[in-house]
């Protein structure tokens, strides 16, 4: 089990930007790790994972705004948010997990969550 913090939510205006990060306690290399975000009375949903192949992927409706990164020697996962819309408001989760080399994003691909981070934009 490696234990996840998220930091730098906030509230920015549309078109701004925030810098999401995800401090893991343990090595990262040999994890898949993810974004989630939950909105009001929505259900979770992936936003972008980083394989530990190194393979990245993005829901479509942030390709070209997000980047996920991962920093192995600091383990720590960063989530890069520019041009930033009302829909992207919701609370923002860091997953992770050892059992898949793939960024699934579906929740149920991983079994280590942080506690989130609120972001909220306004128009």
């Known amino acids: 089990q490696v234990q996840l913090v998220e930091s730098g939510g906030g509230s920015v205006q549309s078109g701004g930007s925030l810098r999401l990060s995800c401090a893991a306690s343990g090595y990262t290399v040999s994890y898949s790790m993810a974004w989630f975000r939950q909105a009001p009375e929505k259900e979770r949903e992936g936003v972008a994972a980083i394989g530990s192949s190194g393979i990245i992927r993005y829901v479509d409706s942030v390709k070209g705004r997000f980047t996920i990164s991962k920093d192995n020697a600091k383990n720590t996962l960063y989530l890069q948010m520019n041009s930033l819309k009302p829909e992207d408001t919701a609370m923002y989760y860091c997953?992770?997990?050892?059992?898949?080399?793939?960024?699934?994003?579906?929740?149920?691909?991983?079994?280590?969550w942080g506690q989130g981070t609120q972001v909220t934009v306004s128009s």
């Open positions: 997953a992770a997990t050892r059992s898949s080399s793939y960024p699934w994003l579906r929740e149920d691909s991983y079994n280590n």
